[in-house]
């Protein structure tokens, strides 16, 4: 069985369906905003300190290219959940725009076990 965690964001009519691994979950729901204000950083928004290195790495390679990773007084869990990077199982990439792109019923998919689900929204 493989366990994953859905995220599911929603807003100005889009939706973005992603699945993380444990590591990024947990980073996503860390209660410690990761505000250490830095140079450069405002108290509305800051580099987030907490982003485990390799989670880090995964996002810039998904989304950025060494940009800091950085979260927003708030809305640190739900900007953590807009920049988490997807897994990749079975060499698909976890990543949907709809709901009905997603059939874990199909028996190539049928080891795949939805863990818990963090909802939020694109802005």
Same mark, same amino acid.
């Given at each position: 069985? *493989?366990? =994953? ?9 889009? @939706? ?25 950083? $405002? ?5 987030? /300190?907490?982003?485990?290195?390799? =989670?880090?790495?995964?996002?810039? /390679?998904? &989304?950025?290219?060494?940009?800091? *990773?950085? =979260?927003?007084?708030? $809305? ?11 897994? +990749?199982?079975?060499?698909? /990439?976890?990543? &949907? &725009?709809?709901? +009905?792109? !997603?059939? &874990? ?6 080891? !795949?076990? @939805? ?9």
């Amino acid at each position: 069985m *493989i366990n =994953v965690y859905k995220i599911y964001l929603e807003g100005g009519g889009d @939706i973005e369906i992603k699945f993380v691994d444990k590591e990024v979950w947990d980073w996503i729901n860390n209660p410690d905003s990761g505000n250490r204000l830095n140079e450069g950083d $405002s108290e509305y928004s800051w580099e987030d /300190q907490t982003c485990p290195p390799n =989670v880090k790495a995964d996002i810039w /390679q998904f &989304f950025r290219d060494g940009s800091p *990773i950085e =979260v927003t007084s708030g $809305s640190w869990e739900n900007d953590r959940a807009l920049l988490a990077p997807p897994l +990749t199982i079975k060499d698909r /990439q976890m990543y &949907f &725009f709809s709901e +009905t792109e !997603i059939d &874990f019923t199909d028996e190539e998919w049928n080891d !795949i076990n @939805i863990v818990d689900t963090y909802y939020g929204y694109i802005y």
